[in-house]
């Protein structure tokens, strides 16, 4: 009803319109849209100096810093984080993956019947000679003396994998979670490369971390 008042209001008014002037048309029109709509906003409600309205979603008590990332700068460019200032200390970590073989490939390496060799104890090599060579393939990461390397593999006849544990240690300015990371990547690879001729379906999985010690952030487990 408010609609169709409004358009006969305005029909009569178009009509009105035609027998005055351009100017007292455009005055008497203003009037009539605040009549119907209520003045409009003062300027200064519009002026572009206004502060703008910003919403905070930050929780009510929260006093932790903004996540922020080490390898990039205030400019949005990468680099690689200068460890002067740091203390020394022992830092360890521990990464693991998974390598699924399926039925077949799991027995032919359970039996080492793999025709390049012992599929676990190349990849076991080729996990620590990697994790020695991660500053050299990640390019940001800092070349860092290991104090040691360990790379398990053992065989999951439940799911037919080798399940791939690897450690790296030092004592220095900064963590080895790349280091350990790496050489349990790098054994999971030579186990795929190993076997690819008697399948090309293996998979590598579920490289993470699961745990480390020492530096500012302390201790962190998985579990």
């Known amino acids: 009803m408010f609609l169709r008042s409004v358009k006969s209001h305005h029909y009569i008014r178009r009509c009105f ?20 709509f209520g003045s409009p906003p003062s300027s200064s409600a519009l002026s572009s100096n206004a502060p703008p309205q910003v919403s905070t979603f930050a929780s009510a008590g929260s006093k932790e810093d903004p996540v922020s990332l080490s390898h990039v700068d205030s400019s949005g460019h990468a680099k690689m984080v200068d460890v002067s200032a740091k203390e020394e200390s022992t830092r360890v970590a ?3 993956c998974r390598v699924l073989l399926g039925q077949k490939v799991f027995q032919l390496v359970a039996s080492n019947q793999i025709a390049k060799g012992d599929v676990l104890t190349v990849a076991k090599i080729a996990g620590i000679t990697g994790a020695k060579q991660t500053g050299n393939l ?6 860092i003396g290991l104090a040691h390397v360990r790379v398990d593999l053992k065989l999951n006849e439940k799911d037919h994998s080798v399940e791939i544990e690897g450690e790296a240690a030092t004592a220095g300015k900064t963590g080895v979670e790349m280091e350990a990371m790496t050489a349990v990547t790098i054994a999971g690879l030579t186990v795929y490369d190993m076997c690819k001729a008697a399948s090309k379906e293996i998979c590598v999985t579920d490289v993470r971390l699961e745990r480390k010690a020492g530096g500012k952030s302390g201790y962190w487990s998985r579990e």
């Open 138 to 143: 990640i390019p940001l990461c800092h070349n």
């Open 94 to 96: 521990v990464a693991s």
């Open 17 to 36: 319109f035609s027998s005055i002037s351009h100017d007292a048309a455009i005055t008497e029109l203003n009037k009539e849209m605040e009549s119907i």
